[in-house]
Antibody
Framework: EMQLVESGGDLVKPGGSLRLSCAGSGFTFANAWLSWVRQTPGKGLEWVGRIKSKTDGETTEYAAPLKGRFTISRDDPKNTLYLQMDGLKTEDTAMYYC?????????????WGQGTMVTVSS | DIVVTQSPDSLAVSLGERATINCKSSQSVLYSSNNKNYLAWYQQKAGQPPKLLIYWASTRESGVPDRFSGSGSGTEFTLTISSLQAEDVAVYYCQQYYTLPLTFGGGTKVEIK
């Protein structure tokens, strides 16, 4: 069974940093394109960004408002995806999901983790 | 960015009856070179992450009951639940993957009447 498990969510003060992790199993992690999606009651589902597989260049793309503050990386030998979040704002408060692209580069998201909650508050 | 709009925001349907959810994109998500619509549907039950139901606008994900069907092309799409079951109570989202950023509709809450 394909699975993604996030960790690292926490309560952090505005301006702070946090790194989320996501462990994958049940599929060839190194071949997968992966993304982070966040969800808030007010703004619904919001795509955060994506990282390609190493064979496809391991390039990253981000939602425009988050570019420069958020960084996605991966460690394929550890089957782990990361989201480094810096300069956190209260509006970054959300449930963060790690997701896998369906069949390589197709952006339908066929595997979702259970999510990890990030709360930004003073 | 492609804006994805769903309607209605919520609907209540009797058990065994049909539920229809609409999704409209601000520009076409039909890729002419392969004639595929880059549109997916998800189901999210309370306390759970979204689950992929349909991709390419009409292809059911493995294990999804055949009472779920997707249709449409270009900018207008529909998710139909042919005979609503109690376990279908959820919020349903459409999402375009034609271009980045991936964008989602606001969701449609389906309840039992």
């Amino acid at each position: 069974e394909m699975q993604l498990v996030e960790s690292g969510g926490d309560l952090v003060k505005p301006g702070g940093s946090l790194r989320l992790s996501c462990a994958g199993s049940g599929f060839t992690f190194a071949n997968a394109w992966l993304s982070w999606v966040r969800q808030t009651p007010g703004k619904g589902l919001e795509w955060v960004g994506r990282i390609k597989s190493k064979t496809d260049g391991e390039t990253t793309e981000y939602a425009a408002p988050l570019k420069g503050r958020f960084t996605i990386s991966r460690d394929d030998p550890k089957n782990t995806l990361y989201l480094q979040m810096d300069g956190l704002k209260t509006e970054d408060t959300a449930m963060y999901y790690c997701t896998k692209y369906y069949d390589g580069s197709v952006g339908a998201l066929d595997v979702w983790g259970q999510g990890t909650m990030v709360t930004v508050s003073s | 960015d492609i804006v994805v709009t769903q309607s209605p925001d919520s609907l209540a349907v009797s058990l065994g009856e049909r539920a229809t959810i609409n999704c409209k994109s601000s520009q076409s998500v039909l890729y002419s070179s392969n004639n595929k619509n880059y549109l997916a549907w998800y189901q999210q039950k309370a306390g759970q992450p979204p689950k992929l139901l349909i991709y390419w606008a009409s292809t059911r994900e493995s294990g999804v009951p055949d009472r779920f069907s997707g249709s449409g092309s270009g900018t207008e799409f529909t998710l139909t639940i042919s005979s609503l079951q109690a376990e279908d109570v959820a919020v349903y989202y459409c999402q375009q993957y034609y271009t980045l950023p991936l964008t989602f509709g606001g969701g449609t809450k389906v309840e039992i009447k």
